[in-house]
């Protein structure tokens, strides 16, 4: 197990010197009341005073329950500034716009939200002297599971090295809210959504994995699977680059 002790103290002098040489005013980030936003809430709040936490239910009922209480109840608990933005009009008014010009598949319209969620924090970002700080997890970046331009995207990542196993026993350490620690992962994209269920994998399969190698046949196909299928989401962009 990590020094979870000495993990916090690296982290949050990461944060201030990163705030420091960029001279911006504060930081923004997502609040889902999902386990990784609440322990990059937690760290940048350490860092920085001026962290402000976005709420941005958008689409599915469970953005508007139990996501935005355990929102609310990690804010409340940590004394950090929430502000809630309800993206589903625009989202609705996406969807219909681009109904117009294509027949959107399943993907295409979830992965609206978590765009729509990156704009949002971009624009306080902008308005308001911040930088983005980015919430997943290195579980989710070796499955691929994460939106391109969506929730892959931001200024800094306190938490990118970390895989799903130690971000539960940071938050434990951390003493956070029991409910944080219990609650299923999900994206939240639509109700009944879980990360596990979407994947067809425990996490601890593939945390154990990404330490290991190991894991069961069927386990290590769907792991490699993603993990394959999603390159182009870790790789930099395609550029022309003329032949010598």
């Given at each position: 197990?990590?020094?979870?002790?000495?993990?916090?103290?690296?982290?949050?002098?990461?944060?201030?010197?990163?705030?420091?040489?960029?001279?911006?005013?504060?930081?923004?980030?997502?609040?889902?009341?999902?386990?990784?936003?609440?322990?990059?809430?937690?760290?940048?709040?350490?860092?920085?005073?001026?962290?402000?936490?976005?709420?941005?239910?958008?689409?599915?009922?469970?953005?508007?329950?139990?996501?935005?209480?355990?929102?609310?109840?990690?804010?409340?608990?940590?004394?950090?500034?929430?502000?809630?933005?309800?993206?589903?009009?625009?989202?609705?008014?996406?969807?219909?716009?681009?109904g117009a010009v294509t027949e959107l598949t399943?993907?295409?319209?979830?992965?609206?939200?978590?765009?729509?969620?990156?704009?949002?924090?971009?624009?306080?970002a902008a308005s308001e002297g911040r930088l983005?700080?980015?919430?997943?997890?290195?579980?989710?970046?070796?499955?691929?599971?994460?939106?391109?331009?969506?929730?892959?995207?931001?200024?800094?990542?306190?938490?990118?090295?970390?895989?799903?196993?130690?971000?539960?026993?940071?938050?434990?350490?951390?003493?956070?809210?029991?409910?944080?620690?219990?609650?299923?992962?999900?994206?939240?994209?639509?109700?009944?959504?879980?990360?596990?269920?979407?994947?067809?994998?425990?996490?601890?399969?593939?945390?154990?994995?990404?330490?290991?190698?190991?894991?069961?046949?069927?386990?290590?196909?769907?792991?490699?699977?993603?993990?394959?299928?999603?390159?182009?989401?870790?790789?930099?962009?395609?550029?022309?680059?003329?032949?010598?």
């Amino acid at each position: 197990m990590r020094d979870y002790e000495k993990e916090f103290e690296g982290r949050v002098e990461f944060i201030r010197k990163l705030m420091k040489k960029s001279g911006a005013a504060g930081i923004v980030y997502g609040n889902s009341g999902g386990k990784d936003s609440a322990l990059v809430g937690i760290l940048c709040k350490a860092a920085c005073n001026n962290t402000v936490g976005l709420i941005m239910p958008c689409g599915s009922k469970r953005n508007y329950e139990i996501d935005a209480r355990d929102a609310a109840i990690v804010a409340e608990h940590y004394r950090i500034e929430t502000r809630t933005v309800d993206l589903t009009p625009v989202r609705e008014a996406e969807i219909a716009s681009l109904g117009a010009v294509t027949e959107l598949t399943d993907a295409a319209a979830a992965n609206i939200a978590p765009r729509l969620r990156m704009a949002t924090l971009y624009a306080v970002a902008a308005s308001e002297g911040r930088l983005v700080a980015g919430t997943g997890n290195k579980s989710e970046a070796y499955m691929g599971y994460f939106t391109k331009w969506g929730d892959g995207a931001h200024d800094f990542n306190p938490i990118a090295d970390l895989t799903v196993t130690e971000i539960y026993e940071f938050l434990r350490w951390l003493e956070a809210p029991v409910r944080i620690i219990e609650k299923a992962p999900s994206a939240g994209l639509f109700d009944g959504q879980t990360d596990e269920g979407e994947m067809g994998v425990s996490y601890a399969a593939v945390d154990r994995y990404i330490a290991t190698g190991e894991a069961s046949d069927e386990d290590k196909a769907i792991i490699e699977a993603f993990h394959a299928r999603s390159e182009h989401k870790r790789s930099g962009i395609a550029v022309y680059e003329e032949e010598a």
